[in-house]
């Protein structure tokens, strides 16, 4: 399985193979699956992954092996990844590729968690009202560094991201430890991994 706009594999999903006698499925690893000793005739084949629209369509299987490749289109727009690529260039730029994908990793982390907006552009703009005080999520967003277009090292480590690479071990956020003080509420969360200038969280 590949994404359509980047080409790059889709690292899991689940696949499954029906028809009105029988079924079969499988899980999608590294962008490949496997489905063994199917019978001959015509299935409904559905993909589901997470971050791309379902596909359906219908196959014929035969007695010989047969290989499907798929492209998986992104539920996002290019507008949101644009967005999130902006975002991981502000915050990010300094960091390694594998802290970049960690920091686009985290945020589509918490496009998927009951505790934050369900859309990326919800996400990185949301504003949290505490005490009377605006508080954004994000710096850039605040200081406008967010209009800077993104670099294509930025956009890949999206792309890396949205296919399914998480450096960031299922972090929800993250944070500089050398420029945030000791009373702040981020030190409370459970620390999943640091990556060179970020430590990240849940």
Known sequence: ????????????????????????????????????????????????????????????????????????????????????????????????????????????????????PNSLSGVINEVVVSGGKRDYQYEPVLNGTIEIPASQTAKNAVSDALAGWDPSLGATGFFAPKKVGPSSWVWSRTPTVTIGNHRFFK
């Open 1 to 116: 399985m590949q994404d359509a706009n980047s080409g790059l594999s889709i690292w899991s999903g689940q696949v499954t193979l029906t028809n009105p006698a029988t079924g079969y499925s499988a899980a999608i690893e590294g962008g490949t699956f496997e489905l063994a000793n199917v019978a001959a005739g015509t299935y409904t084949l559905t993909i589901n992954t997470v971050f791309y629209k379902p596909l359906q369509k219908q196959v014929v299987v035969t007695n010989s092996n047969i290989s499907i490749t798929e492209k998986m289109t992104p539920l996002f727009s290019s507008g949101e990844l644009d967005l999130l690529a902006r975002l991981v260039y502000a915050e990010a730029k300094g960091e390694i590729y594998e802290g970049q994908v960690a920091v686009a990793a985290s945020v589509l982390n918490r496009v998927l968690h009951p505790d934050y």
